[in-house]
């Protein structure tokens, strides 16, 4: 099961990959390099869990819409483009907290 | 465990002896006359990936291989100042006869250049110069003077002397980056009034983040009249930014692009022009006078360069490759780099 | 693949993972050596089998080094921490704007950026022993945070150099003979070799590995030994910035990025399972004396990077892949030599 996991996880990639190449005719050798880590983080501020178990998509698609609007919000603002790393960290440990406390109180409850 | 410990401690030591053949032992020297020497030249660019940079190497392996000389080229393949550093480092140990880089970082690059030049190592820069105590020469491919005003005034004239632009550059800490924007805000501020700099952000030399950072500042600034992309990475991405948005003929592009990369975008009047300079002929140039400085025949306080048919002038330590060109549909369909 | 099992005679010691990471090392080094040395045309020796370019090794790794051994124990224990490049990076510029701005002598600015690495492995520690938060994702936005705030600080382009030739000899120079970067480099290999093998703080972080529950009712303090791990690493990190500044002669907000993905690579390499209760120290010296040997090398041969990236790559997928043939060969059966008296009956289906 696990495999075709990574399987699946491989051709979900290469469609990306062939959506990112289509954006432009030139083709770029340092495509999605650091994209790995972003990822996780998005599905993780989305509420999947990060020992499994729990999560659903909506979240996910909900926590990338968070994170990749930092950037334009920046610009919208003319906000120097040096802000949006320490933004991006202080949502997801916000997420993350938030959900630590959450199930806490779950679990006292 | 302890065994295991016990293995590694003689190893080390048996491998530590193994290691001090600092001197040759067989000194077999036949000096070889200082024309046929082959030379080992190591060129740094500041990308491997970039094809700015790709362009300069296939320049400069013609001269190498019209000189008899070996070429390395390597380097980080995206931006890295460290990983500069070490490369350099181990070409010093590995022996090369001369070093031509771009720097990513001028004051971290120069730290191991001067331990080149201590060794006896040359050592030249080109398009990215490093600090003047640690290199020769830099061959520049114009004065940065000349870049800034270019675009600015090429900015001015699409836009009518009036509106909103706004700069993509690669990374901020890039130096020769800074260096152009220094002189277009000076000719903005002199000549041009009504126009407004509205940013300037980062594209890190990646294209992916050139092109949102382009489609991000047309969202954000809807009178957006030009965007002038400073890295050649930049451009295309721009180019291909405005294109779609549908904003082509309102938002105008310019920058320092390949010909070859933005060929498309001006013939389809996306991207007026790109400014630039010959890559090749920035690489030839690089590799020839590295050759020269070793062989002797180009010394520091020459006031020009010959090379073939061209003579380069030297203006203090700086050799000129010359003007910035302007490719524009009429002529950019001439060249091919 | 445990190195503490006490070694059943010759043959576990020659199959154990660390011997084999070892005999690797050394067949890299003895290949390099073949290959990338040469003499110039003056009789000189140049390239790998020198011991300028040796030391050279030793200076390009010993920040990778620093934060491959803090890795250690945190992986041990089950966790992780992708910050530690990223702390790295917020201390050096720390360390750079103190000496600069505010005009600390350079004991204090690099007592300054120690305590910043401290307090950044603090945060770490406080959100994962006392929220009880997943390490992975602390560390993940830990690695933006702190990555932001040297980006923040430096308004993503200010860059402090010019420090004074008695600091930038730490990492540039040779001190005895060898680069004076390295005697840190060993003390702390040493200390963090006893933490983990010598001391009970050592066996606590596999038990805790294993299984943390299990550790908690044992008596153990988890949250207490978690938090001790993450907050060295945090000051270890911000050691290797200063010592990566000194190389550098400057501090720039980008040091250290991606550093912390190789030393999870050599601590992997070096045997250490990713899951926690399985590592040894010396596993991962000679990970990142692999990796080292390996980039270096190619390079020394005028090779190029790329193929130096992606042979590491390799190797780490040949390491983990080997972990796992012990294990295959100790599952099969073993042959029995038995005859059947009388035939046995075959069941019908």
């Known amino acids: 099961m696990t495999f075709l996991n990574f399987v699946f996880i491989g051709a979900l ?28 983080a998005g599905v993780v501020v989305g509420g999947v869990s990060i020992s499994g178990g729990r999560g659903n998509l909506w979240g996910v698609f909900a926590g990338l819409l968070l994170l990749s609007c930092i950037s334009p919000a920046l610009t919208y603002f003319s906000i120097s483009a040096y802000w949006e790393k320490a933004i991006q960290g202080g949502i997801i440990l916000l997420a993350v907290v938030a959900d630590g406390l959450r199930s806490r109180k779950n679990k006292n409850n | 465990m302890k065994r295991i410990l016990v293995l590694l401690l003689t190893a080390g030591l048996v491998l530590s002896g193994c290691g001090k053949s600092d001197t040759g032992s067989s000194a077999t020297s036949t000096p070889v006359a200082a024309s046929g020497k082959k030379l080992t030249i190591g060129l740094l660019p500041k990308a491997k990936g970039n094809p700015y940079f790709v362009s300069v190497k296939n320049g400069a392996q013609k001269a190498a291989d019209e000189l008899g000389d070996t070429l390395i080229f390597d380097g980080p393949t995206n931006d890295d100042a460290a990983k500069q550093n070490e490369t350099v480092e181990n070409w010093i140990n590995s022996g090369v006869d001369v070093i031509a880089v771009a720097a990513e970082d001028e004051n971290s690059l120069s730290t191991p250049l001067r331990k080149a030049q201590a060794k006896g190592i040359k050592v030249v820069s080109f398009d990215a110069d490093v600090l003047p105590d640690a290199r020769t020469f830099f061959v520049n491919q114009a004065t940065p003077q000349g870049i800034g005003y270019a675009l600015m005034d090429k900015a001015a004239e699409l836009c009518g002397k009036e509106g909103e632009f706004a700069i993509i550059t690669a990374k901020l800490t890039a130096a020769n980056q800074n260096e152009w924007k220094k002189y277009i805000d000076e000719d903005l501020k002199k000549n041009y009034p009504k126009m407004i700099l509205v940013d300037f952000r980062p594209g890190d030399d990646d294209k992916a983040l050139s092109q949102t950072v382009a489609t991000e500042l047309m969202s954000a600034h809807p009178n957006l009249k030009l965007i002038m992309a400073i890295s050649s990475i930049a451009v295309p991405a721009a180019a291909e930014a405005v294109k779609q948005a549908g904003k082509v003929g309102k938002v105008n592009v310019i920058g320092l692009g390949l010909p070859n990369e933005n060929k498309q975008y001006v013939h389809d009047g996306v991207t007026n022009c790109v400014i630039l300079w010959n890559t090749g002929d920035l690489g030839y140039l690089t590799v020839q006078a590295a050759d020269a400085l070793v062989k002797g025949t180009l010394k520091p306080g020459d006031k020009s360069f010959k090379v073939g048919t061209t003579t380069y002038e030297i203006s203090g330590d700086n050799i000129l490759l010359g003007q910035p060109y302007t490719f524009e549909k009429s002529n950019i369909d001439k060249f091919d780099f | 693949m445990s190195s ?4 059943h005679g010759w043959k576990s010691l020659l199959l154990s993972h660390e011997f084999i990471l070892f005999a690797v090392v050394v067949a890299e080094w003895i290949f390099f050596y073949f290959i990338a040395t040469s003499k110039n045309y003056t009789g000189h020796t140049v390239g790998f089998g020198t011991m300028d370019a040796q030391f050279d090794i030793l200076r390009h ?56 690495g401290a307090s950044a492995g603090g945060l770490n520690a406080f959100l994962i022993t006392w929220l009880r938060l997943p ?14 705030l040297a980006e923040a600080i430096t308004h993503g382009s200010i860059t402090y150099t010019g420090f004074p030739d008695s600091f930038n000899y730490l990492g540039q120079e040779r001190w005895l003979g060898m680069p004076a970067q390295l005697p840190i480099f060993v003390i702390v290999a040493i200390g963090v070799w006893l933490l983990v093998h010598r001391m009970t703080f050592g066996r606590s972080f596999r038990a805790i590995g294993y299984a943390p529950e299990g550790a908690r009712y044992a008596g153990l303090p988890v949250e207490r030994r978690l938090a001790m791990v993450y907050v060295l690493a945090g000051v270890v990190a911000a050691l290797a910035g200063i010592i990566y500044t000194a190389r550098l002669g400057e501090a720039k907000a980008d040091s250290g990025t991606g550093y912390e993905l190789f030393a999870i690579t050599a601590v992997v390499l070096g045997g250490t399972s990713i899951f926690g209760g399985v590592g040894s120290v010396h596993g991962t010296l000679l990970g990142v004396a692999a990796v080292a040997i390996l980039k270096n090398g190619i390079s020394l041969a005028h090779g190029s990077t790329e193929m130096a990236d992606m042979l590491t790559g390799v190797l780490l997928i040949l390491a983990l892949s080997a972990s796992i043939v012990p294990k295959i060969l100790s599952k099969r059966p073993a042959r029995v030599q038995t005859v059947p008296s009388t035939p046995q009956p075959t069941p019908t289906t």
């Open chain 1, 13 to 40: 990639t290469g469609l990306a990959a062939m959506m990112a190449a289509v954006q432009s005719p030139l083709v770029d050798p340092n495509a999605g390099v650091g994209l790995e880590l972003l990822v996780i």
């Open chain 3, 4 to 7: 503490t099992s006490k070694s």
């Open chain 3, 61 to 116: 790794t010993c920040e990778i080094g620093l934060l491959a051994l803090v890795m250690t124990p945190i992986i041990l224990t089950g966790g992780i921490d992708l910050s530690v490049g990223s702390v790295l990076g917020v201390s050096a510029i720390i360390f750079g704007k103190l000496w600069h701005d505010e005009h600390f002598s350079i004991p204090a600015a690099i007592c300054g950026a120690l305590i910043i």
């Open chain 3, 135 to 148: 390490p992975l994702i602390v560390t993940l936005g830990t690695y933006s945070l702190f990555r932001g």
